[in-house]
């Protein structure tokens, strides 16, 4: 067995006997896929800083030409396809729900988890896709696909539309935070993450901590390298389907193991 076997191996191991996995993901993942990152913008948008633009700071000083820029962006996304590693995420969440349940959350504003048939994708920095309204008057539209609802008025109130990204210096919803914590995760798997956004980098750390598995997969070590399980170094693409394909098998031999020693006690 060679060591990113072995490794490949021992991160399954360690996640097999969760009954609650939390799978977070960050840009890392989206960018498998070829999204461009926030920062890859500046090279098409010589001068845009993402954080100004991002910002209702931003929009409010120039709203058209933010708009324009989002709307860049959902052209972009559109046109590229998800990855081997998203597509086996999709597989993961289905299977087996009652050894193991599986909730996904992302920071990552694109579609591309949808895309790859995941199910209840917890987007906690909003979606790209999503027109809402600038003032709070709570309408939004999900999926503006032509851009329509971007050039229009809040057909409600009247005030701006704005993209459905949570900007910087914007708290996160706390519906969505909620759900993270009622969900209990006994085991984190963390993709393409940089775990440094907070406050949901606090979350593999606190878990690490508290004794439970985290396994990290990223091209490259984070601040949460030396406090996981197992990190794997790779690209999310190359290493997810493996991971759950090893996943699923050691799941379905602990489910055996159990069934067994219940036979054995029966007899
Ligand atoms: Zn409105």
């Given at each position: 067995?060679?060591q ?50 991002a ?13 324009e ?35 996904v ?19 906690l920095?909003?979606?790209l ?45 706390p ?17 393409g ?21 985290v ?7 984070t ?6 399980t ?15 394909d ?22």
């Open positions: 067995m060679n990113v076997t072995a490794e490949l191996n021992r991160a399954a191991v360690a996640l097999a006997g969760c009954r609650r996995l939390l799978v977070l993901t960050g840009a890392g993942m989206s960018a498998d896929a070829g999204v461009p990152t926030f920062r890859g913008h500046q090279g098409l948008w010589g001068d845009v800083d993402p954080e100004i633009y910002s209702l700071d931003g929009f409010l000083a120039e709203p058209d030409k933010v708009w820029w989002y709307r860049q962006r959902r052209f972009e996304i559109a046109s590229v396809e998800p990855h081997p590693g998203q597509r086996s995420l999709a597989l993961l969440q289905r299977f087996s729900p009652e050894a193991m349940q599986v909730l959350a992302t920071t990552n504003e694109d579609d591309l988890l949808e895309r790859a048939g995941l199910e209840s994708v917890i987007q920095h909003g979606s896709f999503t027109t809402r309204c600038l003032d709070s008057c709570g309408w939004e539209v999900s999926d503006d696909a032509d851009n329509a609802w971007s050039l229009r008025d809040c057909p409600r109130c009247g005030a701006r539309t704005r993209p459905g990204s949570i900007w910087f210096g914007e708290k996160l919803d519906e969505l935070t909620q759900a993270l914590e009622d969900f209990a995760a006994d085991g984190c798997l963390v993709v993450s940089s775990s440094v956004v907070q406050p949901i980098a606090a979350i593999p750390p606190e878990m690490a901590l508290a004794g439970l598995p396994v990290e997969v990223n091209i490259a070590r601040p949460l390298s030396d406090s996981v197992v990190h794997l170094q790779g690209s999310a693409a190359s290493i997810l389907p493996h991971l759950v090893q996943l699923t098998s050691a799941v379905i031999r602990a489910q055996q193991h159990t069934l067994n020693s219940s036979v054995e006690q029966a007899s």
